[in-house]
Each structure stands twice: as C-alpha cells, then as structure tokens.
C-alpha cells in the first residue's frame, strides 16, 4: 500500500512524502516493513512535477494543522534519492495499492519518469483501493492510529481496511 502527500491533485503533482507498508492481504490488522520519506519540494519543481495552489490552501487548513506540524519536523530529502530509496526498499515487482485510480501510483510513476528512473512495479500490478472500498460500504475504514495525512500513517491504516474489506467479501485480491 502507498501514500502520497502531494501539493496538487494532477497526474504530476508534487510529492511531499511517500509512505508505504508490505502487507499480506490475507491477514488480519497487520502490516511488514515500512517506507517512509519527506521530500523537498523544490527539487520536484526542478524535476518538473507541478504544484497547485489549491491544495497547498487545503494544507494551510486547520484540519492539516498536526500533519502539517509533523511533516515541517522530518528531514526533506531530494526527489531522485527518495525515489532511489523507494526503489531499494521495493524491491521484486509486486502489487502496489493506492487510494485512487489516477493518485498515488500515477503521480509516483510520473516521478520516476521524470527523474529517469524505472517505475519498480509493472502496470499489471497497480491496484486502485478506492474502487475497492466501494465493494465493500459498509466495512468502516478504521481509525488512523496515528496522524492523518502522514503518509505512512495513512498508508497503514489504508492497509489495515484493505484488509477486512477482503475478509468482509471472502474474495481473493
Ligand atoms: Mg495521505
């Protein structure tokens, strides 16, 4: 599962963090090895991922008030090093599930094609988790143990929902 914050809801948005979790789908409220990077954001300009005003207001939101505060604390690397991190800690292609069908996996890939590297995962394996949520309405996302709109927080808890949804439906994912 992965989680991008981003400042912009376009296919080449810039990336502010990524966040991701292994997970088995068939367990239960369970996740493996994480992945978590704050980036600078100058350098996804420089790459040319594109900003949007409106989102960059929405984060100035109450709301976003403790993400925002977390966020500012962390250590903002450059875009290639983080995606050369991501790529590391990937490893073998696999199944990769964002919250959306043109977010997360789409503004990741443009990343890595502007940077000049190789996406690390296959386009069969992109996953979109939100038409997923819709098969299962009345299985409740579960409360975000930890701050909302941290990427890695969300992408646990995002993981952790996939999770009973597929036991709620019995389905293979
Ligand atoms: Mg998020």
């Known amino acids: 599962m992965v ?14 963090s990524i966040g991701a979790v292994l997970f088995d789908p068939y367990a239960q409220h369970t996740v493996g090895e994480s992945f978590h990077v ?8 420089f790459y040319g991922l594109k900003p949007d005003m409106t989102t960059i207001m929405w984060w100035m939101g109450e709301e976003r008030d403790e993400a925002r505060k977390t966020h500012m604390e962390q250590e903002q690397i450059d875009l290639a090093s983080a995606l050369d991190g991501f790529i590391s800690w990937f490893g073998e292609d696999k199944p990769v599930w964002g919250y959306g069908a043109v977010f997360d996996n789409v503004i990741l890939r443009s990343a890595f094609r502007l940077v000049g590297l190789k996406c690390p995962w296959s386009f069969r394996n992109d996953r979109c988790f939100r038409t ?9 996302r579960p409360t975000n143990g930890g701050v909302v709109h941290h990427a890695l927080d969300d992408a646990k808890s995002q993981a952790y929902w996939l999770q009973a949804i597929r036991l709620a439906l019995g389905c293979s994912v």
């Open 3 to 16: 989680d991008c914050e981003t400042w912009g809801t376009n296919n080449e948005a810039v990336i502010i």
């Open 38 to 45: 704050a980036i600078d954001p100058s350098s996804c300009t």
């Open 132 to 140: 997923f949520t819709y098969l299962a309405p009345l299985v409740p």
